[in-house]
């Protein structure tokens, strides 16, 4: 059984519906890129994924458990403590790094492990410190974030995500809103992530990255999935006519 499996996945909004029966499946240790043009519903799937928005129809299991699940033609989530559960197996990295302003890039690291974690104050500065070691901005931590670079804002960003021990990484376009020079040192990060086994499914516009990180590829247009398989295939000899036509204009 995948680590991660959604089945039949249907968001809608109103009248519009964003994701048509959508399937994808994520190994443990796996990466998978999610590629495609704006309005594919790429960030949407995510979003179902880590309960940011609620799906009308399918089903969603996350290490064995379902954390949505379609019964009678009405999806039913799991309860509040089991959910929690399944969702503490994620991290999630957004375009915008949603730091919190007023707080210290330490506070900013530690404050979920301190309340959903239950770590100990002196556990939790410990692991926070030795992440920003590991990115090279320890000498950051009393600073706040309007004092550091867009760069440095999404690496604090994925620190934080990863100070909650995850199982999962779900990155949302994390390098769109940064200026071209700053995209380096994130990708870096993660390509580092990759490299040590994190399970990863990152919705990108960086094809580069998708094309050397990805274990696999998932090319996303008008709500469904039209086309995925390894990079070499996708990028290379790509059979879907509105794939060819993506990376026409991306490539």
């Given at each position: 059984m995948s680590f991660i499996e959604?089945?039949?996945?249907?968001?809608?909004?109103?009248?519009?519906?964003?994701?048509?029966?959508?399937?994808?499946?994520?190994?443990?240790?796996?990466?998978?890129?999610?590629?495609?043009?704006?309005?594919?519903?790429?960030?949407?799937?995510?979003?179902?994924?880590?309960?940011?928005?609620?799906?009308?129809?399918?089903?969603?299991?996350?290490?064995?458990?379902?954390?949505?699940?379609e019964k009678n033609g009405e999806v039913v989530y799991a309860p509040e403590a089991k959910a929690k559960e399944i969702l503490g197996k994620m991290g999630m990295v957004f375009q915008h790094f949603n730091l919190f302003p007023h707080k210290t890039v330490l506070q900013n690291i530690t404050m979920a492990p301190l309340?959903?974690?239950?770590?100990?104050?002196?556990?939790?500065?410990?692991?926070?410190?030795?992440?920003?070691?590991?990115?090279?901005?320890?000498?950051?931590a009393g600073e706040y974030p309007n004092m550091l670079s867009g760069g440095q804002k999404q690496r604090i960003a994925i620190v934080r995500a990863l100070a909650m021990d995850p199982?999962?990484?779900?990155?949302?376009?994390?390098?769109?809103?940064?200026?071209?020079?700053?995209?380096?040192?994130?990708?870096?990060?993660?390509?580092?992530?990759?490299?040590?086994?994190?399970?990863?499914?990152?919705?990108?516009?960086?094809?580069?990255?998708?094309?050397?990180?990805?274990?696999?590829v998932v090319f996303m247009a008008e709500g469904k999935i039209l086309e995925e398989g390894s990079p070499a295939e996708l990028f290379d000899s790509p059979k879907d006519p509105r794939l060819q036509d993506f990376l026409s204009k991306v490539l």
């Open positions: 959604m089945k039949d996945i249907v968001k809608i909004y109103g009248k519009l519906t964003i994701l048509h029966k959508v399937n994808m499946s994520l190994e443990k240790g796996e990466v998978i890129s999610i590629i495609g043009p704006s309005g594919a519903g790429k960030s949407t799937l995510l979003r179902c994924l880590n309960h940011l928005e609620t799906i009308q129809g399918g089903s969603i299991l996350v290490d064995g458990d379902y954390l949505a699940e309340a959903l974690k239950k770590k100990t104050p002196e556990e939790a500065q410990k692991q926070a410190m030795e992440l920003l070691e590991r990115i090279g901005l320890a000498d950051k199982e999962v990484m779900l990155f949302d376009e994390p390098t769109s809103a940064l200026d071209p020079e700053m995209v380096g040192e994130v990708l870096d990060l993660m390509r580092s992530l990759a490299k040590e086994g994190m399970t990863m499914a990152v919705v990108t516009h960086e094809m580069g990255f998708a094309r050397e990180v990805a274990d696999r």
